[in-house]
């Protein structure tokens, strides 16, 4: 099975065709996101260069399934990762990207290489523990089955959302996305990424990722003028000068599904969890669960977690990992009642 990956759009591609594999140049990883940045890729499979419509090019790579996922593990996390992790990785990346190549993302392909897909980074992350990882789940998908008295019983492979750190509980769907309830995705009381130890961190963290200390607990200030230029910025609305900042809903952790923004020239109010975290960051805030003061001319944000918190927690899954938990153990966690099955068996 191939999968298409989207991997950068740019005026100009530009790669170097090597014996095996083929290197792309100033590929910009975690866009939009605080570790925003460039980077030379090595890949394996075909490259096409598709022309777009607008004048851009974009660079495709076309690769088995099983190849890709190898990447993607060690591009979310460190491929030095406990084995278990790594394998709990391998089937949860591989569920999402099945339902993705069954219902693509994208046109003309079907996932991107970055966070807004999952992050497939190429070769050079990856290692000889990604490999078997990957090979020690080989086919195996998470499934839900769910059985009703008019259409019996109905199988799905599950769409396993995961983030970094849910900052000690995770979320519900409807916080993050559309309004249902999927019932896998539930509200999981996690003690494990708050008592991650530092040498877990730098075994599970990629280099980049390694640069964010404060993920569970974390506090942000901003001087009202700065606050009131971000959002301008962000938003492309005047606010005026932002008076209030009021969370009028709040998922199960506690993430802000829905903010209103107060300002003298205009109120508006925003969700779900991604653009609020947009709208009130340079680049983005953490997470959405956050507590917000404001006292002689300054706004301090007090948060918790991560990432939008619905699914696994890599962090969590981690220290699962360090802990003696097997990836099945992890799995059931995270994704409770999903069940592990190989595919088409
Ligand atoms: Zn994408
Ligand atoms: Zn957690």
Not at 132 to 148: F, K, P
Not at 154 to 178: A, L, M
Not at 291 to 303: A, E, I, K, P, R
């Amino acid at each position: 099975m191939d999968i298409r990956v989207g991997i950068l759009t740019a005026p100009h591609i530009d790669f170097e065709q090597r014996e095996n594999t083929f290197i792309l140049k100033n590929v910009r990883i975690g866009i939009g996101f605080h570790w925003d940045r460039l980077e030379d890729q090595e890949f394996a499979g075909t490259l096409e260069i598709r022309n777009n419509p607008d004048g851009t090019q974009t660079a495709v790579n076309t690769l088995d399934l099983e190849d890709y996922l190898c990447s993607v593990i060690s591009s979310e996390m460190n491929a030095n990762s406990p084995m278990e992790l790594l394998k709990a990785h391998a089937v949860i990346s591989r569920s999402w990207a099945i339902r993705a190549m069954q219902n693509p993302n994208h046109e003309g392909f079907h996932v991107c290489g970055d966070d807004h897909c999952q992050r497939y980074e190429g070769l050079r992350r990856m290692n000889e523990r990604a490999v078997q990882a990957v090979r020690e789940t080989a086919g195996q998908v998470l499934v839900y089955v769910q059985s009703d008295n008019v259409q019996g019983t109905k199988e799905e492979i599950c769409d396993c959302r995961y983030y970094k750190c849910c900052g000690g509980r995770s979320e519900v769907w409807r916080t993050c996305w559309e309004d249902i309830d999927v019932p896998y995705i539930q509200s999981v009381e996690c003690p494990y990424c708050g008592r991650v130890s530092e040498r877990t961190l730098r075994l599970v963290l990629n280099d980049y990722d390694q640069e964010t200390k404060d993920f569970h607990d974390w506090q942000v200030r901003y001087t009202d003028d700065e606050l009131d230029n971000i959002v301008r910025e962000k938003s492309g609305i005047d606010f005026g000068h932002i008076t209030s900042l009021e969370p009028l809903h709040r998922g199960v952790s506690g993430r802000i599904d829905s903010l209103r923004i107060v300002g003298t020239e205009h109120t508006e109010i925003i969700g779900k969890e991604l653009k609020i975290r947009l709208w009130l960051s340079h680049k983005c805030l953490y997470s959405s669960w956050f507590d917000v003061s404001h006292t002689d001319g300054q706004w301090t944000l007090t948060g918790h977690g991560w990432g939008h918190g619905a699914g696994l927690c890599q962090i969590g899954a981690a220290q699962m990992a360090a802990e003696g938990h097997s990836y099945e153990e992890i799995l059931s966690f995270y994704y409770p009642g999903a069940q592990l099955k190989t595919n088409g068996k």
